[in-house]
Structures are given as C-alpha cells and as structure tokens.
C-alpha cells in the first residue's frame, strides 16, 4: 500500500512518528515522507537519526490550516499523531489543548479533504472513552470530528478513520520510564498511586503495526481498538524492583483508576474481530460500509448488550514473570 507513494505524519518527531517512519523505510519504498511538527530541534536531530532521501521535514503547526494545505500537497495518506497531551498541562491550560487538539484535528481533515489524500487516520487514546479530563474531552472531540469528516467528503473517496490505545510502554513520560529513572538514581521505594490501579499494555511497535495494518482494514468511520493485555501496577513495580517497598501517593487529578477503551454505551456500535474491535459510527452516512467485513475479508461479530472493554474487566493480563521479561525487551 505506501511502496511508491507519499505519507504525511502529524507530531512525526515523537515517539510513535519515529517508530512508524523507521518502520515505513524497512517494510515499504514510499516515495515521500512528509515528518510534519513544530519542533526545529528534534526535525534536525532527526534528520541526522535516518538520513533518508525520501524524508521531507516541514515545519509548522496544526493550528495553521494555510501551512497544513500546503504540507499536504500531492499525499496519499495522512497519520494524525499532533496533540497536546500532559493531563495537568492540559488543566491549567484548556484553551490551549482546545486549539490543539480539537481547532486542530479540523484543520488537518480540512487540509486533506483540499488535497484529494486518499486516507487518514487520527491517533486517540483511552481518554478519549468517558473522559474525566479536558485532554481526553478533547480527544473525544477530535474522535467525532474526524468519524462525521466521512460525511463532507462529497465526490472525493477520501476515508477518515481512528485508531484508540492506551499508555505505550517506555512512551515519554509513561510510567515505566519513570521506574527506571527513580530506580537509575537509586531509589528506596517506587511511589504507587493505588494498588487496585489496572493499565493496557502495549508497545510502540504493536501500535505502529497496528496503525498501519488500520489503513489496510478501513471503509471510513470505524475506531479501531486493538485487543491488548492488561497489567496491574503493583505487579508492574514487583517485576522491575522485587526488592524494593511501595510507597503510596494517590491517584492524581483527573487519573482513572482504570483504563477504558470501550464503554458500555457504545456496545451497540461495537464489532469484535480475532484479534480488535471497531466502533462503528452511530451517525448514518451516504454510503454505509459493510462493518462486519473488512477490505481484508475479516469477519467480525457484533458485541453483546452491555459489552464494555476495561483494563480490569480484560480477560488477559501479564504476570509478574511476562513483565520481567518484557522490562527487558522495551
């Protein structure tokens, strides 16, 4: 699918754009990569990383539809990765995160829609599902707009999709980094906020897997959430410091105890395949893809009544063992 063809990434200097263009240049021989953000610093640091011919580095923001229009000139598909994303930043700072990550997310499906893109997939979060802070308000927002996008599209094929995850393991300022820095800097206690605390575990390259294998299985309008085990904090802290005691500090403002990607509300729209879901859109659309079978042939059923997918309702968690190992690997 991108041999030969051009792909732009919103916040491509992050964590997972990083991972997704590596990815990009070992699988496929795309004909551009277009590394979009804010950040001249980490675009010239990254530029030194891959020295690849087929990497163009445009700075700018997604606040600015004028300098995203012209970004996106002669793309075929669009990752949407740009957010403001740190809970407190985003408190003490709404407007900011609005502007970002809501104004935003319109002007990008603005953008694409005035380019012709043939797809584009927007990168959620857990947040997103009954949201109790502004970020993951915001990203619902964003969820909404880039789904009814399919619905403005007019004569041109354009798909607009979301892909929704949890905290990826060693991502900035996830909490397995953070043991490390406290245990590196020699640590006599790791702080738990709540040991009923229950996380979705999943790693950068399952996420960029997982968005790429998105633009193969989407029609337009789907959220797709992939089927991903879940870890408890306090085996999470015996795994990386058997030795160490816990030291209790409380769930900050606007952390959930657990993490939810699917809520009960939305089990009517919702369809279960091998190995993810997709939240079908509740709104109607021209034309109505066929949910329940994806372009790859996958056959999906609709979940039960009252279905909701939590990280402590999930059938699949890591044992302490699973965790040391995979400590290792990350």
């Known amino acids: 699918m991108f041999n030969d063809q051009s792909i732009l990434i919103t916040g491509g200097t992050g964590s997972f754009g990083r991972s997704f263009i590596a990815s990009l240049l070992s699988n496929y ?111 619902l927002l964003s969820d909404k707009l ?38 590196a800097a020699g640590a006599e206690s790791l702080p738990i906020t709540d040991e009923r605390m229950t996380r979705f575990w999943i790693t ?4 960029v897997e997982f968005v790429q294998q998105g633009f193969y299985r989407m029609q337009g309008g789907e959220l797709f959430v992939p089927k991903i085990p879940s870890v408890r904090i306090v085996d999470l802290a015996e795994a990386m410091a058997p030795s160490l005691p816990r030291r209790l500090i409380g769930i900050r403002p606007g952390e959930k105890l657990h993490e939810m990607m699917i809520s009960r509300d939305d089990s009517l729209h919702t369809v279960e395949f091998s190995d993810h879901f997709v939240i079908m859109p509740s709104i109607q659309f021209n034309s109505v893809p066929d949910y329940l079978c994806n372009p790859l042939g996958e056959q999906g059923v609709m979940a039960p009544p009252g279905f909701k997918y939590t990280s402590d309702s999930n059938p699949y968690f890591l044992s302490v063992e699973a965790l040391r190992e995979l400590d290792q690997c990350t």
């Open 146 to 183: 880039f789904v009814a996008a399919n619905n403005i599209t007019g004569s041109n094929p354009i798909q607009f999709a979301v892909v929704r995850y949890g905290n990826v393991v060693g991502s900035r300022g996830s909490v397995v980094p953070f043991f490390r820095q406290l245990l």
């Open 204 to 207: 950068l390259k399952q996420g």
């Open 29 to 139: 021989r795309p004909r551009r990569i277009i590394v979009f953000s804010r950040d001249e610093l980490k675009q010239y640091e990254m530029q030194q990383d891959f020295n690849h011919p087929s990497l163009r580095f445009f700075i700018g923001d997604v606040r600015d539809k004028e300098r995203l229009i012209q970004a996106m000139h002669g793309v075929d598909y669009v990752v949407h990765a740009a957010a403001l994303k740190q809970v407190p930043a985003a408190e003490y700072n709404p407007s900011e995160c609005i502007k970002t990550n809501v104004h935003g997310a319109e002007n990008v499906i603005a953008a694409a829609i005035a380019n012709g893109v043939k797809k584009v997939i927007a990168l959620s979060t857990d947040k997103a599902a009954s949201p109790v802070n502004l970020y993951g308000a915001t990203k």
